[in-house]
Every structure is written in structure tokens, then in C-alpha cells.
């Protein structure tokens, strides 16, 4: 059965008309027209399509979409301040976090929750923050590398300011 | 010797467009007046057809076109042997063969019509074990096989569909002279490739043109396949890959591109299709082989292996994709990279009914690695002579002679072992249920035909157009150094075009770790072009000697006189209104080294090996004796690779490679059941290594010198680091336990098992 549902992503309010049964990653890939979230799995196993829900991870082909609403959605594409890339961002590049860039949303959305909730994660809890999320490229020490960098400088920005 | 060329750290030209979502790949494509494409599966292992009725279907609401075997022309394809076709003909193979594809407004009903498809048919005898295959009285998976056409030199036999032998010395003689005798048994299951996009085709007519975008790691072959199955010249074939999600070997081959580009005739639509994972496991020609491997060696108690002889059978499932030269390289792996001075290897590549197996990741390489590394160790048990010392005495080095009978030039293969004994502490003290195993690998440059173009503009912006394709690894985008190295240029002066079979000129596709070995020598050629215009372009304009001028710092200077300049941006706005900057490479590739004193059965040039890498990794693991459980800790690798040219990707290409090897070694198995099918065929049951899991990785690089190597003195590097390293995983873990885990993947289970033995 359709139903009209308003999901707020990225702060901009998307009405769409949907069938109560879809996930949220197709309503977000396909009606609200952003496709940064990937589909890996649909089996809640890999985390390419890991959003924010009022600041927590999910994994979207888990969640549906009318569960969304009124909430707050957070995708890779509203990850940027301006034009400017997130350091998370600048960081997995500097690093070489990043090879075919199919896990990359997912694991900056995870990252991000990570980051918001401790902001100096020792080693081990980055890696239980981002266990949700394969990436069969890098064998993530590259990526370790981009999440502890980016919290230590962010640290260091509070420490100046 | 070490070279003095410093690699550069460079963020790849694609990152932005990955980190913000802005990247397209190709499920993200959405064509106006789009349909959805689903498949119907045999989901059977071996059985005839009695009945395809695809009428219900067809007469659902919402269905515009379901396709068969009939409605396609009657092509029998596979680059080795004719031995398949696009969908089911008379019998079904494996349970991932296509019967038929639908297109439909969505993908529910594109899948409500699959499910309406009526289906009979009469089981026939399942063929599962590749030993009970070879013989005489096995049901064969082809009645036909001996029709095929199939290239001329395979070795063909009922279910044995590519025998290959190498012989080198006399291996009899070769045990009379050993003190001790080993002969060891491995299995190896099959696995998968597993990228984490799920792969995907949208095709477009316009006219009487295909454009298809897909998932592809080889767009050449994905058009070479849709012309020969819809019997189409090139250009009319247009194939765009957009980012690709990852491949590991997995999406080279081609297809389904045909399937769509069918369906999107049919209906004058375009037509999308985006697999599950389910069908990602299932489906495509691309797992990982299954194999048996016994090996027997003969050893001095100096140490020195005297003689090697082997059998491998290697699982080809149901049909022969790009598998036909298994046989020969997987004897090259389980002879493995040693001086030994007799050696006999026989390999059988055999049809049963599972997935056809193809090129993931080096191919047979880490299980017939596993195997032989394993064995070796077990040699080095016999004669009480530490793993180290043992292989230092044993293996390859600069003038020694190969399996094969190929004399190396310069390699680094000793280096490697020191190297990594070293910086895996091999002679440390360690708690009772850890320790330190070590093996060795190696693997071939592919030399192969390959194309670009480099132009620049009037602007004096540079673009690489080039056939070259990118799956993660970021080989593509070292061609853009190696461009403005050529022209004193910066890499970010150039864009990259590729991954498009219109606008490029060929190549074999992000496969063989052949890229830069082969891409970046005709990149370099067409840059050497554009620099010759410039510099006669400058000799004119300052009036030098064409000699005396050099490309450097964005100018063209003269040789001595630095005052003397013109920057490339004016001699490009010059050559604008004239003969314009435009260049096309290739270059010649190195043909292949000579073999000598040996003698090789169903040879497909897989013997005699091009700037050969070598690598070996050392793992420190800890055994959890309660349950089994393996954790590695450390892996410590050194690869000579050649010159090193992109730092940062160099090092991602080992770190992701030994990952993917740590769950080979212990988590990453298909399991089937009596009936073929899989049974794990989802990520759930089908466990890939986590962040939580992977190991501190340390990473060393030899680079020495070595003779036909590609741009630079490089040579591969995607493969070579998933090699060795189940193999090493299942050394230290033999030294725990007193003997190996005889089959891969060492689960906690099987880990468990052996410690009870």
C-alpha cells in the first residue's frame, strides 16, 4: 500500500509516495535521487548503506523507509562543510583510504557516529566502530590511519581553540 | 642495487568523487524509460530440460520481454573452449545458469514474471568431486565435449578439459639421490572474489547502436563478447564502465552485457540490471578454484630439495571461462619458485557441476602457494633445518634455474625472505600459543598489446585517453605521472578518459596486474610523441638545437642556458593553430624469456615468465587451543615488484591483498552440498575479514633492477600480495600444532579437528 511520507535528508525535506514496504535505501536512492549510499548486501552484513538516523548509524536496507520519518537522515552527500570536503574525507584520501570507493560512504557514515560519540577513540574502538562495514580493498589500515588522524587533529583544533 | 626513483604521494584523480558520493557506478545509472532485468536460474545442478514455458510470464501486466535460448543467435562461446551459451540449451550445468531474462516496468514484477516461468525437468547424475571426474566412469558434465571448437593446443579428455605437464631433469633419479622422501596431500576449496558492489548492466539502443554501461573489469572482452554472441561488428558495440565497485578478478570475463543488450532491443528500452548478492555468490564465471594437490619431494639431508613431483586437479565447474590456462599455471605454483633440478608436475583442469571457475586474484596461485608452502615446510621438519635457512638454500635467485627451465635474471626473491624473517622477529621469544610461519610466492607480468592517446590542448591542459581500466587499485592513475614525468608537466595538468571502448584504443582491462606494466608503457610512448612536437615546436621559437632542449618545471628550456624558456601552455597555443599536440602509444611488449632443458605439455605460454615478482610474507598468529580460533597478529611483507612508482597505492595493494589472503586462510570457503549447490552463499555464512580482524601490516619493497620490466622497472602488484600469505598463516599454525591443516580455509573447526588428531 502507498503512503506519503516527508524524509528530511542532508536538512532538506523530500515528500515522496511509497510503498509502506520499501527500505530506505531504495526510497533514498531512487525517489530522493541521491545514490552516495550504496547497496552491498541488503542482508545488514556489509554497511555500504549505513545513513545517520538522528546521528546514529544504520544500516538503510535494514530500516524502512516510513521509520524515517520526522527523523534527521544524514548521507555521504551531506557529509561536506560547503564546498569544502570533511577532514574524514580529506583525510581516507591522504591516506590512500580509499580504492574502488564502494564501501567508502558507508564507512565515512560510520566513522562520522564514531567521531560525534568519542571523539578520541583509542585504536580498538575504531575498529569495533567500523567492524559493520566491509571493505575488500584496502585491508584497512589505511583507513584506521584516515579515522585516527582525523580525531587527533580534530583534538588538537580544540586544544588551540 | 636500489634505485634512486623516489615514489611520489599522490591522491588518486578519482577520490573526490568517491568520498562524496558524487562517483557514479553503474547501479546509480537511471535511464529515462528505464525497465528492471531479472533472471530465472536453473537452481538445479545438473538435470535435462523437458519444458521452458515462458507464456505466462510473457502475459503478465507490466512484462515487456522474456527471452530464451530461442530468442538469440545460435552461439556456442568461451575464450578456450566453445563450451557455452547464453542461456540454457537443452541441459543445465550448474545452478547460476541463466534460463531466461525478463524485462519489466519494475523489479517486482520482473521477478514476479521469473517466478512464473515453468521449469521441468529430468535430473541427470551430479558431478561435485573433481578426483571422481577424471575417471573413466564418471558421468561427463559435456556429452559434446569433443565437438567444441577449442584452441588447439588444450589437452582435452572427457571431464579433463585442460591437462597441462611441465618436465624438467629426471625426478626418479632425482629421489634416488634424496635421504628422505615427503609426499603430503592438500585440498583447497573454492571461494569467491566477493567485491562489495554487486555487479550491474544498463543497455541503451540508439539505432542501430548498443551503448552499455556495466560493472566490468575488462570493457574489451565485455565487447568482444556482446559482438560474438549478438554477432555485432565493434562499432557498433559501445561499452562505458563507470566507477567499478571492486573486482579482485571477479568481474573480468564477460557478462550478462548481452543478456541486457538483448532485453533492451526486444523492448526498445533501456533495461537495468543490478544483482543481489545472492546472485553475485551464484552466478557469475568467476569463483575462486577448488583443488587437490598431491606433492611429493625428495630431500638431502644437507636440505637441498632434489626432486618435486606433483598431481593438481583443479575444480573448472560447469564451463570454461578464461580458465583454460589453469592447468599450466597452477603447475608453475605448486613447482613453486625454486631451484630444484628435477621436476614433474601434472595438472588437470576438470568439469563438474559447480560455478564456473575463472581469473580472481592470481589465480590458483594462493591455494597451490598454500599447498607447496606447506609441503615445504614439512621438508624442512624432515631434515630438522629451520624454515628460513631452508628456503634461502632452496628457492630462486639472480642466475638460478627455474621449474621451468627459465634462468632468472636479476630478482630479489633472497632478499624478500631475509627481509621478512626480519621484520616478523623470527628469532623472538613468544608466549606458548603464539608463533611465527613464513612462505613464499610468486607470480608472472603479463606482456600484452595495449593502447592511449595523450593530446593537449591549446590551453595547455594535457588529457590520457586511454583503454586502461580501473577497478580500486589506482593503477590507472599513476599513468598520469608517468605522462608528465615525460613532459615536465605535474600529474594533476592531465585528465584521465577511460573505461570506454569508443573513445580508447585497446586494452586487456584491470586483469593480470598488467596496467602499468603494459598501459603505462604506451602512455609513456604517446607522451614521448607530444614531447618530440614540443621540443621541436621550442627549438624554433628560441632558436636552439632541437637537441638541447629539455621539458621541465611546466617550460621548455635550453639545455645550459635556463634564462632561455618557453612554458608548454604557449608552444600548446601555438600548436592549436597549426599541427595540434595529439599522440597515440603503444609500444612493443617483451616477449617472453627462453626455457631450457624442459618440456611442457598443453603449454599456453604460462611457463616462460616476464619480469617475474616474487614476494614473502612472515605472520605472526596466536591459537586460541579452546576453539580453534586463529588470530594473526603481524604480517610482515616483502615484494619485489620492481620499481615502485605510486607509494601510497603500493602499500594498499599489499595491505588489501594479505586481508583477503587472511580469509582465504581461515574463513572464506564454499561450501557445497551433494546436489552442487552452494550452501554459504551470502555474507552471513560467507565471513570477510572485518577492521576488527585485520592484522598490523609492514610492508617492505625490493627494488632491484629487472630486465623487461614495464615503465620505470615496474612490474605488477595487485596479485602478487595475495599470494603467500595463507600460506605462511598455515606455517606458523603447523608449528604450533607439529603438523599442518591439510584443508583451506584452516577453519576454527578443521583447526580444531587436527588438534584432536
Request: glycine fraction near 10%; hydrophobic fraction near 40%; charge should be negative.
Amino acid at each position: 500500500m502507498s503512503t506519503t511520507v516527508n524524509l528530511r535528508v542532508n536538512g532538506t525535506t523530500y515528500p515522496v509516495t511509497i510503498d509502506e514496504g520499501r527500505n530506505l535505501v531504495s526510497v533514498i536512492r531512487t525517489e530522493v535521487g541521491l545514490t552516495g549510499t550504496k547497496e552491498g548486501c541488503d542482508d545488514c552484513e556489509c554497511g555500504a548503506c549505513m545513513v545517520l538516523i538522528d546521528g546514529r548509524p544504520v544500516n538503510s536496507c535494514s530500516y524502512l523507509a516510513v521509520q524515517a520519518q520526522d527523523r534527521e537522515i544524514t548521507t555521504v552527500e551531506g557529509v561536506m562543510n560547503g564546498s569544502e570536503l570533511h577532514p574524514l574525507q580529506r583525510n581516507l584520501l591522504e591516506e590512500g583510504g580509499v580504492q574502488c570507493g564502494f564501501c567508502t560512504p558507508g564507512m565515512i557514515m560510520s566513522a562520522t557516529a564514531l567521531l560525534a560519540a568519542n571523539p578520541t577513540p583509542s585504536e580498538e574502538e575504531v575498529r569495533i566502530g567500523l567492524s559493520g562495514n566491509l571493505c575488500r580493498c584496502t585491508g584497512y589500515a589505511k583507513i584506521l590511519a584516515a579515522v585516527e588522524r582525523t580525531a587527533t587533529e580534530s583534538a588538537q583544533e580544540m586544544a588551540q581553540a | 642495487m636500489t634505485t634512486t626513483t623516489t615514489p611520489r604521494r599522490f591522491v588518486r584523480a578519482d577520490g573526490p568523487d568517491k568520498v562524496t558520493g558524487s562517483g557514479r557506478y553503474t547501479a546509480d545509472l537511471t535511464m529515462t524509460g528505464q525497465l528492471a532485468a531479472k533472471f530465472r536460474y536453473a537452481d538445479v545442478a545438473h538435470a535435462r530440460i523437458t519444458r521452458l514455458d515462458v507464456s505466462a510470464a510473457r502475459a503478465m501486466p507490466g512484462v515487456m520481454a522474456v527471452l530464451t535460448n530461442d530468442d538469440v543467435p545460435d552461439v556456442r562461446f568461451g575464450p578456450f573452449i566453445q563450451d557455452r551459451t547464453l542461456f540454457a540449451r537443452d541441459v543445465v550445468r550448474f545452478e547460476g545458469e541463466v534460463l531466461a531474462a525478463v524485462a519489466a516496468l519494475t523489479p517486482a514484477i520482473a521477478q514476479a514474471a521469473c517466478d512464473a516461468i515453468i521449469f521441468e525437468y529430468e535430473p541427470l547424475p551430479v558431478v561435485g568431486d573433481i578426483e571422481a571426474a577424471l575417471a573413466a566412469d564418471s558421468p561427463l558434465v559435456h556429452d559434446d565435449w569433443s565437438a567444441y571448437g577449442a584452441a588447439d593446443v588444450l589437452v582435452r579428455d572427457r571431464n579433463d578439459a585442460s591437462f597441462a605437464s611441465i618436465t624438467k631433469g629426471d625426478v626418479e633419479a632425482g629421489f634416488a639421490e634424496a635421504d628422505h622422501i615427503v609426499t603430503s596431500r592438500y585440498v583447497a576449496d573454492g571461494c569467491h572474489a566477493a567485491p562489495i558492489e554487486p555487479r550491474a548492466v544498463v543497455a541503451q539502443w540508439e539505432g542501430d547502436k548498443v551503448t552499455i554501461w556495466t560493472s566490468t573489469q575488462v570493457p574489451f572482452d565485455a565487447r568482444a563478447g556482446v559482438c560474438e554472441t549478438l554477432e555485432l561488428p565493434s562499432n557498433r558495440v559501445r561499452i562505458i564502465v563507470p566507477h567499478l565497485g571492486g573486482g579482485f578478478g571477479g568481474k573480468c570475463g564477460f557478462h550478462y552485457e548481452a543478456h541486457i543488450a538483448a532485453l533492451a532491443r526486444a523492448t526498445k528500452r533501456p533495461v537495468r540490471l543490478v544483482f543481489s548478492r545472492r546472485e553475485e555468490f551464484i552466478a557469475p564465471d568467476r569463483r575462486r578454484e577448488g583443488m587437490v594437490f598431491e606433492i611429493t619431494s625428495g630431500v638431502r639431508n644437507d636440505g637441498t630439495i632434489t626432486a618435486r613431483k606433483a598431481w593438481v586437479a583443479v575444480d573448472n565447474g560447469a564451463y570454461t571461462a578464461d580458465s583454460g590456462f589453469f592447468s599450466q599455471l597452477v603447475a608453475m605454483h605448486i613447482a613453486g619458485p625454486y631451484a630444484i633440478a628435477n621436476v614433474h608436475v601434472d595438472a588437470h583442469l576438470v568439469y563438474t557441476n559447480h560455478q564456473p571457475s575463472g581469473s580472481v586474484r592470481a589465480p590458483t596461485a594462493p591455494g597451490a602457494c598454500w599447498a607447496v608452502e606447506s609441503h615445504t615446510d614439512e621438508l624442512a621438519r624432515a631434515v630438522g633445518m629451520d624454515s628460513v635457512d631452508f628456503r634461502h638454500l632452496n628457492a630462486l635467485d639472480t642466475g638460478r634455474v627455474g621449474p621451468s627451465g627459465q634462468t632468472h635474471d636479476e630478482i630479489g626473491l633472497q632478499q624478500c625472505i631475509a627481509k621478512a624473517a626480519e621484520m616478523i622477529g623470527w628469532n623472538d621469544d613468544r608466549p606458548a600459543d603464539e608463533a611465527v610461519g613464513l612462505a613464499i610466492g610468486w607470480w608472472p607480468s603479463f606482456a600484452a598489446p595495449s593502447g592511449a592517446y595523450v593530446k593537449i590542448d591549446g590551453d595547455g591542459a594535457g588529457q590520457i585517453i586511454t583503454g586502461a581500466q580501473e577497478c580500486g587499485t589506482g593503477a590507472v592513475m599513476t599513468l598520469r605521472q608517468l605522462a608528465a614525468d615525460e613532459l615536465g608537466m605535474q600529474p594533476e595538468d592531465f585528465q584521465l578518459i577511460y573505461q570506454d571502448t569508443s573513445a580508447a584504443p585497446y586494452d586487456m582491462g584491470a586483469t593480470g596486474s598488467q596496467t602499468l606494466f603494459n598501459n603505462g608503457r604506451a602512455v609513456v610512448e604517446a607522451a614521448t610523441e607530444i614531447g618530440r612536437q614540443l621540443r621541436n615546436l621550442a627549438a624554433q621559437r628560441l632558436e636552439a638545437n632541437v637537441d638541447d632542449i629539455v621539458l621541465a618545471d611546466g617550460a621548455a628550456h635550453v639545455a645550459g642556458t635556463p634564462a632561455l624558456s618557453v612554458p608548454i601552455a604557449e608552444l600548446a597555443a601555438e600548436a592549436a593553430g597549426g599541427e595540434l599536440l595529439i599522440a597515440h602509444g603503444s609500444g612493443v611488449p617483451p616477449s617472453a624469456p627462453a626455457l631450457e632443458g624442459s618440456s611442457c605439455v598443453g603449454d599456453l605460454g604460462m611457463a616462460a615468465w616476464v619480469a617475474p615478482q616474487f614476494s614473502c610474507h612472515a605472520v605472526r598468529i596466536r591459537l586460541d587451543r579452546d576453539t580453534g580460533v586463529v588470530r594473526v597478529l603481524d604480517v610482515a611483507a616483502a615484494h619485489d615488484s620492481g620499481t615502485i612508482l605510486n607509494e601510497v597505492g603500493a602499500h594498499g595493494q599489499v595491505e588489501g591483498g594479505i586481508l583477503m589472503g587472511v580469509g582465504q586462510a581461515l574463513t572464506e570457503g564454499t561450501v557445497y552440498g551433494a546436489d552442487a549447490r552452494q550452501r554459504n552463499a551470502a555474507l552471513l555464512e560467507y565471513k570477510l575479514q572485518t577492521i576488527a580482524d585485520s592484522p598490523k601490516v609492514t610492508t617492505h619493497f625490493v627494488q632491484i633492477p629487472t630486465p623487461n620490466a614495464g615503465p620505470k622497472g615496474a612490474k605488477g602488484l595487485a596479485e602478487a600480495p595475495n599470494v603467500p600469505t595463507a600460506a605462511a598463516i598455515s606455517n606458523a599454525l603447523a608449528s604450533l600444532l607439529g603438523s599442518p591443516v591439510r584443508q583451506l580455509p584452516m577453519s576454527a573447526e578443521r583447526v580444531w579437528e587436527a588438534m584432536q588428531s
